[in-house]
């Protein structure tokens, strides 16, 4: 089948999907409780410090449906973006592709996207809780870079820079909650939706250069790149998730599994005749870890740690250009409240790749600290917030200053600033290029 | 807004209160692991000890002991009534140096005794050497005979007989002196059993004697000191407290610091010396004095508030005291470190470094073990305690102080020019203080080798020994007539000094000799004027004597020659003038190319271990002064202020010197220690004094106000402490060991006036110069009158303890029962009392259940609104409280929700989390600070979670009068912050609450800031019933530093919704509003 047809047919299927729903929700809106709608505009535009035009013009709107469904309680959230600049997103050709058959946008432009951003349905019992639909999840405790935070993929096409609750993308899957004691829970995830992460695509602005994450182009040879496609079959190619969370003696504590794709593909490479084939495959993991937290005083601890088996990793040998090595990570933080209306965070990221080998790109030991000020004023209208992301063992990282202002109930307005330093090569300081500032409004209605 | 260091330091206490049993397992094993190491300490009561091993003068007294196989002999004197020159005095004689020689360490060629020594005579063939008498001295002939010989032989008149000839010696040289200490106790034990005709009497002494006993002599003493000094202070604790709990950590604490240093002396290798022993005892009086502080503070708190929780207690107790407590740590344990750094004498360097160390130790375990194991003991306070403490109020102690404080400020230019008088007078006596140390004056006088040593040097020429070693720089040198000269003229001169009363050589031999060899002529008693001569006397003598008769005058190949010279003195006052004639004698009329002289010997190397003790003293005292002076201007932040801390100290160590002057006590061994401990503790009362005058002064701005609140409970506080210091040190002047004795007086002494000038000129000093540093406020101040109050009590640090220690002794106690309410209840009688009031307030229905829907209007000053609508949800489990707040619009905040756990103990932190739809996370965040304000609205977040109710442990609850408002008669309800810590915490210094004693309910409050500065009112509207239970549905809170308005009006009330469980967990948040 072609590609046009396939994306033709998938566009009917989510229509016809949405369609029945809404056209149902009438049916079952006989409770107390009036449906309910509500929407949220987001408004940001970012100037390129490198090369001082506008890097972004970015609008999104998202509209939310909340309604009593039977017994339970329906969501659904709607989201059309529109980007007048867009230099983040000059081609969409890789986009669809890392979408399964059932989680990508129904409309996709260098300009426009809409789509079906949640859609759940939630049912509380006595002892269990479901929801059900497209949803995002979030394990873990670590803010800013992610362990166990894996469930649901992400787009990458503004790095980390977007909200994670924006660059998250949402799952369809069953989520299920058992209260198995006081305080202790039990959550069972069955994830048929195989979408992978959205990578920027190539030749735009956050595009990945560093060797550490993309192969390194071979002189003289052409690739031959075949394109990474998300798994595709419902139940064979699901996820499954588990995660047991309690609280005890003040502290909050879970562990958690997962069986999953690991949602950004494996590039391999080999020679075909006279051909370099490139080829992109997602591989499964086994994810295992656990978090914990508690406060002692003003200060609040934070750990999280994990464990992913069959992980690959890039090499300094060019075919296949990866390794197959378990890995750990694990993330201490601190919070610090013990001034009025400040907050401040320090965490340290640790990552270890299981292997003797000296073919990686990367070190196998890895570490990284996050620092984070947030200080508000006025009856928390005005908040200046200040994020930094650094790499101990390569030096490179992130600031992101930002102050924001509460102007009315309903409308914050901001100016913020993401600010790369570091080697070229590494993670951050791949996009030294990308330093913008940016102005922003949010309005809610 | 919280200060942040006392939330550390409660966050820190709580978690040490939370987990006991690791903290005291931790204490316990580091004792078993440092105590461990006892067993391997090794002792070292040598005189020698005092010296490094590398002293030149230690080295060479060594050098030379070893040539002349000289020690520090045991000397046993036997003494007759009569003459010793009788068959009875001379077979006495004769059976002491037998019995001797067999005992252990002797050296059986290194006796000296009548019963040993050989007479030289004449012969026709030349000499004889032969014994004075042999065998059993059967009749008096024979004794006489003995006489005679004594009498022709000069050389042994006042060295072996006394001048008297009532006494005789028997010198016995030792093996090891490693051993002194066995073989001493071993020849009493010999003596003792051997019978002694009528009138006979045996004296053991000698250099070798007073090291042999010191030893054991300080150890016995240690054990009787010890024993009392932990028995006084138990007293004392349980007298204060009543409890057997606090007597028992106390004693821990004790042992802990003891253990534990002497555990790290062990490990470290560093022996027990002489003056140790003192260690224990001053460690006892110091490590207490912080565990009567924290019990103090801690049964204080639990008298006045006993509805608060043990832990909260205790929490609070640590946070209050730490801070004090861990400065008079830094500036006693700064006091012994000076003693560190300028002692020169090992001893006294580790002393300070290992009393440091043991004030750190008991300091650490004050903060970290005692309230462990008290959250485990909860040891409640005694009824009577508890009953005196509430009744606080001026006692005769606290009149005492108020009277001398008014005396200071009536009469503060007369006290500054008093003292500056006394102080000039004193600096000029104490240029005349005495450096002296005499080893046998560390014995008391009853002592038998006290008496001994006297003996012996009133009836020879002396116990004490100064050696002269001769070098002839050649072999046979000392052969040569014109060094004998020279060696026979240096004796005669030696002889001229004050004390010598005799001097041994090769000289007197050699002239014994010529004697013998011209017919004992008596004329011919001098040297021979021919080498050869003097060579073939040797060769002669070394046919009828012994091979080592003169090892100790003369080396094997006749080039070293040793001169004793002995003296009946061993003051070190009195040695100086002998050493440094000598000294000067040498350089100037002795040495040359051909023959040098050098002094050695004990006297000489007292000398050398005493010359420099002055010095170092002075030293040391500066350098204990300069951290004293540091500690106080960091602390104060200011570089005046440190000196103004300083002169109470500086004036009574000033006075102390004066008073030795006066009192003919020299500065020595055992009372050069005192400044570094002096400092140490008085730095104490004149630091306590300027950080209350500094607390109080910017309340008033009045220094003559000030005061007059300082005395009766800083001043007071300070005095008791002075008694609690007096009675630690006090037990040291039952201890027999002489310098000890004088130690603990002079302490005393000290500490006293440190005491005196800390309440007296320092106060005047403050009136008359008024220094900028008064008026800055530092972190320590309090907040208001009231926490003021508190922190009198607690910062300073004193012994409210000891303020209860007076109120149990039954000394100046005051009423007996509850007047602290009694006041209130004269002052507003009609009126309920506060705390009831409170109660009432907090035993309003709230149901078991509640949902509400909130809506928040929060409008700025310049009436910009912002609209928040909630929905709430709260539920007792148990005494527990889960409230759960979800937002609802606007849409930007939609789905935030707020979730906290409220448990009923008082002292254990809420626990609250808080959901952020942009992070998709509920995030755990602090409890601690409850006077935040919460999600920007007017209410702090214990405003929220108290729903309109006090937490009785945070105040002191006040009825003040009844207000008739809209027609109702409500009561005003004022209730104080307990402390400065929970003010800070809650951010009111004071609330006023209008109460409707028709339901109970709030309808208006004022809060005031900690400053006392008006901060926010509160009104409460729309009250009606639902379901029953009365319910508030419309607050407006204003708060008046802002100009922000918070009204919250809550709708829907409903109390009948079962909830579950459910609703309140942190993935509930998750989940968005429940439906």
Redesign the interface.
């Known amino acids: 089948m072609n590609p046009q047809a396939t994306a033709s047919a998938r566009t009917l299927q989510k229509w016809t999907l949405l369609g029945s729903i809404f056209l149902s929700l009438p049916l079952f809106t006989q409770t107390a409780l009036a449906a309910e709608v509500s929407g949220l505009l987001k408004s940001q535009t970012a100037f390129s410090l490198q090369g001082g035009g506008l890097q972004q013009q970015k609008w999104l709107l998202d509209l939310e449906y909340n309604d009593a469904l039977g017994t339970g309680q329906l969501t659904a959230i709607g989201r059309l973006r529109f980007d007048t600049v867009d230099d983040l997103n000059p081609s969409r050709s890789a986009r669809a592709e890392s979408y399964s058959s059932i989680g990508g946008p129904w409309l996709s432009g260098k300009h426009v996207d809409a789509g079906l951003r949640e859609l759940y349905w939630q049912y509380s019992a006595e002892s269990s809780f479901w929801q059900i639909g497209k949803q995002q999840v979030v394990w873990g405790e670590a803010d800013g870079l992610k362990l166990l935070d894996r469930v649901n993929p992400q787009s990458f096409a503004e790095f980390i820079l977007d909200d994670f609750d924006d660059s998250r993308i949402p799952l369809w899957m069953i989520n299920a909650q058992f209260t198995v004691a006081e305080n202790a829970t039990l959550q069972l995830l069955w994830i048929p939706d195989s979408s992978a992460h959205e990578l920027a695509p190539e030749g735009s602005v956050f595009a990945f250069t560093s060797p550490t994450l993309v192969p390194t182009p071979v002189p003289g040879l052409s690739p031959i790149i075949d394109m990474a496609k998300a798994p595709g079959a419902i139940f064979k190619d699901s996820d499954l998730g588990l995660r047991f969370s309690n609280f005890v003696a003040g502290w909050d504590y879970s562990l958690n599994y997962l069986y999953h794709y690991v949602d950004e593909p494996v590039v391999r490479a080999q020679i075909l005749g006279a051909d370099l084939r490139v080829t992109q495959q997602y591989e499964r993991s086994h994810l295992l870890g656990g978090s914990a937290s508690t406060a002692l005083g003003n200060w609040i601890v934070r750990t999280e740690v994990a464990y992913e088996t069959d992980r690959y990793h890039r090499t300094q040998t060019n075919l296949p250009g990866v390794i197959e090595a378990d890995q750990w990570s694990s993330v201490i933080g601190i919070d610090w409240q013990g001034w009025t209306d400040q907050f401040v965070s320090l965490q340290w990221f640790q990552t270890y790749i299981r292997t003797d080998s000296d073919d990686l790109v990367r070190k196998p030991r890895e570490n990284t600290l996050t620092f984070l000020w947030e200080s508000s004023f006025f009856n928390e209208t005005l908040s200046a917030k200040w994020l930094q992301i650094h790499s101990i063992d390569h030096g490179d990282g992130i600031f992101r200053p930002r102050l924001s202002y509460n102007y009315a109930s309903n409308v914050d307005i901001y100016i913020a600033a993401d600010l790369f330093y570091g080697d070229q090569a590494q993670l951050f300081g791949q996009f030294d290029h990308a330093d913008r500032i940016s102005i922003g409004l949010n309005w809610g209605f | 807004?919280?200060n942040?260091e006392t939330?550390?330091a409660?966050?820190?206490f709580?978690?040490i209160v939370e987990h006991p049993k690791r903290i005291i397992a931790l204490g316990l094993l580091l004792i078993l692991a440092c105590g461990s190491f006892i067993p391997q300490l090794s002792k070292d009561t040598r005189s020698d000890a005092f010296l490094a091993d590398d002293n030149p003068a230690l080295i060479y007294r060594d050098k030379v002991k070893k040539i002349f196989g000289l020690s520090d002999p045991m000397v046993i004197a036997v003494v007759s009534e009569a003459s010793i020159f009788t068959p009875e005095g001379l077979n006495t004689v004769a059976a002491v140096t037998a019995a001797v020689r067999m005992i252990n360490n002797v050296d059986p060629d290194g006796i000296t005794s009548l019963a040993t020594e050989n007479n030289i005579v004449g012969t026709d063939e030349g000499m004889e050497v032969i014994p004075f008498f042999e065998g059993t001295i059967t009749n008096q002939q024979q004794a006489d005979a003995v006489k005679d010989a004594i009498a022709d032989f000069p050389l042994y008149q006042g060295s072996l007989v006394a001048n008297d000839q009532k006494a005789s010696l028997i010198i016995a040289e030792l093996l090891d002196e490693t051993y002194n200490e066995q073989t001493y106790a071993e020849i009493q034990s010999t003596l003792a059993t051997l019978p002694l005709p009528p009138g006979y009497q045996l004296h053991i002494a000698g250099e070798g004697a007073i090291s042999g006993y010191l030893g054991s002599y300080i150890d016995a003493d240690a054990q009787r000191l010890n024993p009392i000094a932990a028995a006084v202070i138990t007293m004392i604790l349980f007298v204060a407290f009543l409890r057997l709990g606090s007597t028992l950590m106390a004693n821990i604490i004790i042992a802990a610091a003891a253990a534990i240093t002497v555990g790290t002396m062990a490990a470290s290798g560093v022996p027990f010396y002489v003056i140790t022993n003192a260690l224990p005892v001053i460690l006892i009086g110091i490590a207490v004095a912080d565990s009567i502080h924290i019990y103090s503070e801690y049964f204080e708190r639990r008298a006045l508030y006993p509805q608060e929780s043990i832990e909260t207690a205790i929490v609070a107790s640590m946070v209050e005291m730490w801070r004090p407590i861990t400065l008079t740590t830094l500036t006693t344990a700064a006091g012994f470190l000076g003693l560190y750094f300028a002692a020169y004498m090992p001893p006294f360097k580790f002393f300070g470094l290992f009393t440091a160390l043991g004030v750190c130790v008991a300091w650490l375990y004050s903060l970290l073990m005692l309230p462990a194991a008290m959250s485990l003991l909860k040891t409640p306070v005694h009824p009577r305690l508890a009953k005196r403490i509430r009744s606080q109020g001026h006692d005769r102690f606290a009149q005492v102080m108020v009277a001398l404080g008014n005396r200071v400020q009536g009469s503060a230019k007369l006290i500054v020019s008093l003292f500056a008088v006394a102080m000039v007078l004193s600096a000029v006596t104490a240029s005349q203080l005495r450096v002296d140390e005499d080893r046998i004056a560390t014995f008391h006088p009853s002592e038998p080798l006290y008496q001994a040593d006297k003996v012996i040097n009133a009836h020879f020429d002396g116990s004490n020994y100064l050696d002269i070693v001769v070098d002839a720089n050649e072999a046979e040198g000392i052969f040569e007539p014109a060094v004998l000269q020279k060696m026979e003229a240096l004796q005669q001169y030696a002889q001229t000094l004050p004390w010598v009363q005799g001097s041994t050589s090769v000289v007197d031999y050699l002239k014994q000799m010529n004697r013998a060899l011209n017919e004992g002529d008596p004329q011919q008693y001098r040297l021979p004027t021919d080498k050869d001569l003097v060579a073939q006397y040797f060769l002669l003598y070394s046919a009828s004597g012994e091979p080592t008769d003169f090892e100790e005058e003369v080396d094997y190949d006749y080039r070293l020659a040793n001169i004793r010279v002995s003296l009946n003195n061993g003051a070190f006052a009195d040695n100086k003038v002998v050493v440094e004639k000598l000294e000067r004698y040498l350089a100037n009329q002795f040495n040359d190319a051909n023959v040098s002289a050098t002094l050695s010997g004990r006297v000489n190397l007292n000398y050398h271990w005493i010359k420099d003790l002055g010095r170092s003293h002075f030293i040391g005292t500066g350098i204990a002064l300069f951290l004293a002076w540091l500690v106080s201007a960091l602390l104060f932040r200011s570089a005046m202020a440190g000196i103004y801390a300083l002169t109470p100290v500086a004036a009574s160590i000033l006075l102390v010197y004066s008073a030795m002057v006066a009192l003919s006590i020299p500065l020595g061994i055992g009372t050069s220690m005192f400044a570094a401990v002096a400092i140490g503790l008085g730095v104490d009362f004149a630091i306590h004094t300027i950080d209350k005058i500094r607390s109080l002064y910017p309340n008033s701005g009045d220094i003559h106000t000030t005061l007059q609140r300082f005395y009766p409970t800083t001043g007071r506080a300070l005095l008791f402490n002075l008694l609690a210091i007096a009675l630690g040190f006090g037990v040291l002047v039952t201890s027999k060991v002489v310098p000890l004795n004088n130690f603990g007086i002079i302490v005393a002494l000290s500490v006293s006036t440190s005491f005196l000038v800390s309440m007296t000129l320092l106060p005047a000093m403050i009136i008359l110069f008024k220094p900028r540093f008064i008026g800055v406020k530092t972190a320590l101040l309090p907040i208001n009158d009231d926490a003021e109050e508190n922190s009198v009590l607690s910062k300073a640090g004193l012994s409210k303890t000891v303020v209860s220690i007076a109120l149990l002794s039954g000394i100046g106690l005051l009423n007996h029962s509850g007047e602290l309410f009694a006041s209130e209840s004269t002052a507003t009688k009609p009126l309920p009392e506060g705390r009831w009031i409170a109660e009432q307030i907090n035993a309003v229905d709230e149901g078991i259940h509640r949902v509400s829907a909130l809506s928040m209007k929060?409008v700025?000053r310049n009436n910009?609104?912002?609209?928040?609508e909630t929905q709430t949800f709260r539920s007792y489990v148990g005494a527990e409280k889960r409230t759960v707040l979800f937002y609802l619009?606007?849409?930007?905040?939609?789905n935030t929700a707020f979730l906290t756990y409220d448990y009923p103990q008082a002292d254990r932190?809420d626990?609250?989390w808080l959901y952020l739809?942009?992070?998709?996370?509920a995030?755990?965040?602090?409890?601690?600070?409850r006077?935040?304000?919460f999600?920007?609205?007017?209410f702090t977040y214990e405003d929220i979670k108290k729903e309109g109710k006090f937490e009785l442990s945070d105040y002191h609850f006040k009825s003040l009068r009844t207000d008739r408002v809209h027609g109702k008669e409500l009561l005003l309800l004022e209730a104080i912050p307990v402390d400065n810590e929970t003010a800070q915490e809650l951010g009111y210094g004071k609330v006023h609450s209008w109460v409707d004693p028709s339901n109970w309910i709030i309808i208006k409050a004022e809060f005031w800031d900690i400053n006392q500065n008006p901060l926010k009112t509160l009104r409460v509207e729309d009250i009606r019933q639902v379901d029953g239970i009365w319910t508030r549905h419309r607050l407006r809170i204003d708060n008046h530093k802002?100009g922000?308005h918070t009204e919250f009006v809550f709708a829907e009330v409903d109390y009948q919704q079962p909830l579950?469980?459910?609703i309140f967990?942190?993935?509930?948040l998750?989940?968005?509003v429940?439906?």
């Open positions: 807004m919280n942040p939330a550390a409660a966050t820190f709580r978690w929060l700025d910009k609104e912002r609209l928040r619009t606007p849409r930007n905040v939609k932190d626990d609250q739809p942009a992070l998709r996370k995030r755990r965040i602090s409890a601690s600070d006077g935040d304000y999600l920007g609205t007017d802002t922000h579950t469980e459910n967990s942190r993935q509930s998750t989940r968005g429940p439906r």
